[in-house]
């Protein structure tokens, strides 16, 4: 059997917020309450299930690979809500993305915190394009 990753918990103060932000944010849908989860499942069948914990809730990355239309479609929606972008994990490039490994990619907070980065090439699929060295300004995009 190969091994797949089939869900994560992610853990935030309001499960039906931060669902629906990532849920809209990406263009998925939010599925059925299942117990103490509000579900979102990516088109590779991986499903966030957002739960909702009373605590403060430790800061976790979550990175999804999109198609390029995909990432103009994802970085409209983020600059249309006035959600901050930057081209780095860091916060050093403000309202810009990266073109990492020849690609494009952006990170963002969600509701509850969380970092998350929408890339178009998976790390290392360019070995000749530098890491974090270009970046290009969002057009209207909060930094």
């Known amino acids: 059997m190969s091994v797949e990753f089939d869900h994560t ?3 935030t103060r309001d499960r039906e917020e931060s669902a629906r932000f990532v849920a809209h944010v990406l263009g998925l849908e939010v599925g059925e309450p299942a117990g103490p989860f509000l579900p979102v499942t990516t088109a590779n069948g991986v499903t966030l299930d957002f739960a909702a914990v ?13 198609s390029e239309d995909e990432f103009d479609a994802v970085l409209g ?11 780095d994990p ?5 309202g810009r993305i990266n073109r ?3 690609g494009r990619g952006v990170y963002f907070r969600d509701p509850a915190g969380h970092g998350l980065e929408v890339l ?10 530098p890491l974090n060295g270009v970046t290009e300004e969002v057009p209207g995009a909060a930094g």
């Open 90 to 94: 860091q916060g050093r490039h403000p």
């Open 100 to 102: 990492n490994d020849g």
């Open 54 to 66: 009373g605590h403060d809730v430790p800061v976790q990355h979550y990175a999804f690979l999109v």
């Open 77 to 87: 929606r983020l600059v249309a809500a006035g959600v901050p972008v930057q081209a």
């Open 9 to 11: 918990i992610v853990l």
């Open 120 to 129: 178009t090439r998976p790390y290392g699929t360019d070995p000749a394009s």
